[in-house]
């Protein structure tokens, strides 16, 4: 059969995305202040990250140093150019640019480091993608204000957004307001998305939470919510042309059986993990389904008439998104003893998994991208997507990452696929472009990157940049605006 060419249209961005707490370091450098990742330790798959309120001498904080493209900008961005990169997704660290969170004045050195990354990327005719939240709640308003729990937080999110904004006007087009903002909608949200302080100091994905803290993580996270509409409609007046987004963690979750229980248990997880954001950020209001979901939770929101208001008034200009795997439902007590109920439920048995057990689904992201624009029918942008796998050297001394490529032209595929489906879909960045630290494990060894460093989980490593296999591989796609996948 003659294979398949996509058309990708004119002007499609292609990338790829960082996050600063992962990648940047130079975490107390030039006036930084400390964030929330910087005091949580690294870990693997099987044993959780630790939070720690202060810095342990003896322990390894993998964001310290990250893979330092603080002081590695230009050579990590002259890299991107050569692969054709005409998108970069990097997030601003709020604490480089407020140290406390609740400074009065901006930290200069923090705001001249941003210009000099953005003059390098237009250098090369790279729109940057800013992130403004990605995980990095400085330390102090944790300390402070109990992160998010706080509606003072709301101001000093607003005060540093118009800073960015003002600063940068001329220089950023995209923004996303806040990293996979239903991430709150777990416990593992808690400290990472809302900086409140858990119940427990291990970051456990499965952890059960009293029925207190909930309570203050959903009104935390309406709190970002408004935070975020402020800023956009701020955004809007400071630069008519931004283009400002949500970004959401984008989870496809299957009945695992043909049982109306299961088809009605996936649904429902669709509906909270995808939609209960994505409806407040675009629609500008909750969903229908949150009065019930909150009713049963003894969940009681503090909401103002001029919060409904914010949130009408700022909706966004793009749903953004990360995709990684898919997942499945079931009510069967049973079978889920029995499969091994991992992090996306029980394994799908038509799918493989990443060494980190995640499903590995390519026609799950045509679906997601189909779904979410049938419900919203405004641009789509994939900000997030790849695979995290253990890259070795092979014996001619360089990583020949096939499996990585293999799994970003499945991908690819089902967005040419999506597009022909009409789906608007704006661009691609393909997630930790060059290696930085997982944030669910907080290892090295996890690595996603067209781009090698050499740094490893306990940090050794002289931190030198080599391209694997996948980088020329990327390099041909965008020069062919995905027509040659091979
Ligand atoms: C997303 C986050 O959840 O997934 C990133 O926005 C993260 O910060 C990425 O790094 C991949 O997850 P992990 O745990 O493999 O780093």
New binding site residues.
Partial sequence: MAKKVYSFPAGFLWGGAT?AN?YEGGWLEDGKGPNVPDHITGGTVDTARRWTKEIEAETYYPSHEATDFYHHYKEDIALMAEMGFNVFRLSINWARIYPQGDDLEPNRKGIEFYHNVFRECKKYGIEPLVTLS??ETPWNLTEKYNGWESREVIDFFVRYATTCFMEYKDEVKYWLTF??INCAMQSFGTIMGLGMVPESDQMNFAATESKEQVQKRFQALHHQFVASAKAVQIGHAINPNFMIGCMI?GGLAYPYTCNPKDALAAQNKNNMSNYFCGDVQVRGEYPYFAKRFFKENDIHLNITAEDEIELLNGTVDFYSF?Y?MSSTETVDEDLKAAKGNIFAGVPNPYLEASD?GWQIDPEGLRWYLNDVYGRYEIPLMIV?NGL?AIDVRAEDGKFHDTYRIEYLRKHIQQMGEAIEDGVDLMGYTM??CVDLV????GEMK?RYGFIYVDKDNDGNGDLHREKKDSFEWYKKVIATNGKDLD
């Fill in positions: 996050a992962q990605h995980y990293n996979e963690a990360s990684y980190w997030e995290g997630w930790g997982s944030a669910s494990t996890k």
